[in-house]
């Protein structure tokens, strides 16, 4: 009987284990009680656009600019590949890149760069101390160097894509170089709950 019910057991794991979490995530994984501090950003077509706007969807976070030559590009195609593998299920989940370029990016440039990867991502932009409010309380850091007379400036900026759940709590952190493959898998999870 023992035997029997500890089988039972591991088959109901099993089951209903893919609805209750993984074993590990693929990014680094934050407990946080409270919802990320709210920001009101300029959105698409002028508008304003805030963080609780979102509530009840995952919301995956990304700090760069547009004319960054590698890393912003080679994080956007990511999670573009996440978006599609999660295929309807993508719904459920907001892309967020928020400029560390204002004079740059405005919201025209974001849209059409954005577009590019997928036309749900949103870019926000807003003055340098409206960025600096949003940034400096997550841990971003972005700094403007001369580049070549080509490129014009840069910026060295924090690589990472924030994971906030549908109640706006960061739950994990990921690292540049993560593919979209390890994203969606985590997602899945994420949607669900």
Known sequence: I???IGIGL???YLVVRPYIGPREWHGMEIQSNLPVTNFTLTGPGEEPVSLVDFRDKVVMLYFGYTF??????????ELRDAMEILGDRSEDV???MITVDPERDTPEVLEQYLAHFDESFIGLTGTPDELIAVTAPMGIFFEKHEGSAASGYLIDHTATVAVLDKDGKLRLIYPFGI???EIAADLKYL???
């Open 179 to 181: 593919t979209g493959e």
């Open 68 to 77: 960054c030559p590698d890393v912003c590009p080679a994080t956007m195609v």
């Open 2 to 4: 023992g035997l029997g």
């Open 10 to 12: 591991g088959v109901l």
């Open 94 to 96: 907001q892309v967020i």
């Open 191 to 193: 949607v669900r709950e």
